[in-house]
């Protein structure tokens, strides 16, 4: 069983960073994918990047590459998605979550936070 928690959403300006965290619980997170997806009001849920167990691949969404960046630290059960140059379409709420799966599919993944709001102003 796994527990995620992010942290550090809230509002930017445009053009502005952010970072976000995710704490996991349990031992398994280091063998699991890990992938941060959003969500903004009136749309689906949309894949932004993982990155696999060990950190050694990841994958990203065409609106989130050059500007999005996402890792993980195994010994301290962690994973982050540093997001730059901030756009007001980026405004949602980002949920990180885990799974054994690797792609971009949401329904494949077994483990999911709770959310977090990111607002961009422009």
């Known amino acids: 069983q796994v527990q995620l928690v992010e942290s550090g959403g809230g509002l930017v300006q445009a053009g502005g960073s952010l970072r976000l965290s995710c704490a996991a619980s349990g031992r398994a997170f280091g063998s699991y994918t890990m992938g941060w997806f959003r969500q903004a009001p009136g749309k689906e849920r949309e894949f932004v990047a993982l990155?696999?167990?060990?950190?050694?691949?990841?994958l990203y969404a065409d609106s989130a590459k050059g500007r999005f960046t996402i890792s993980r630290d195994n010994a301290k059960n962690a994973g982050y998605l540093q997001m730059n140059r901030l756009k007001p379409e980026d405004t949602a709420v980002y949920y990180c979550a885990a799974g054994r799966y690797y792609g971009s599919d949401p329904t494949q993944y077994n483990y999911w936070g709770q959310g977090i709001q990111v607002t961009v102003s422009s």
């Open positions: 990155v696999n167990w060990i950190g050694s691949n990841t």
